[in-house]
């Protein structure tokens, strides 16, 4: 099993920058994906980005290309991701996620989500 918890949502303007993190506990972190995800008010959930153990990255749609970074550090167990250049479109509870499933919306285990809200 394997716990995460997010930290870094909050209220910004358009344009500002957040970093959000990941924090995984009990089974080795190193050995998964992690993944990031979002849910905005009436929409279906929407891949962002993941990044496997060694680095490898696959961003989501376009709109966040350029503008949203993941990494990790494995040795804190923990995931990031730094969000540029926010826009109110960007408004989403945000969601990390550990061992994907085979879509890039299914993960094994979620986090609790973080709120993003980004005013114009």
């Known amino acids: 099993q394997v716990q995460l918890v997010e930290v870094g949502g909050g209220l910004v303007q358009a344009g500002d920058s957040l970093r959000l993190s990941c924090t995984a506990s009990?089974?080795?972190?190193?050995?998964?994906?992690m993944g990031w995800l979002r849910r905005a008010p009436g929409k279906e959930r929407e891949f962002v980005a993941s990044?496997?153990?060694?680095?490898?990255?696959?961003y989501g749609a376009d709109s966040m290309k350029g503008r949203f970074a993941i990494s990790r550090d494995n040795a804190k167990n923990t995931a990031y991701l730094q969000m540029n250049n926010l826009k109110p479109e960007d408004t989403a509870v945000y969601y990390c996620?550990?061992?994907?499933?085979?879509?890039?919306?299914?993960?094994?285990?979620w986090g609790q989500g973080t709120q993003v809200t980004v005013s114009s």
């Open positions: 996620a550990a061992e994907p499933l085979g879509t890039p919306t299914a993960w094994r285990f």
């Open positions: 009990g089974r080795t972190f190193n050995n998964y994906p």
């Open positions: 990044i496997t153990w060694i680095g490898d990255t696959v």
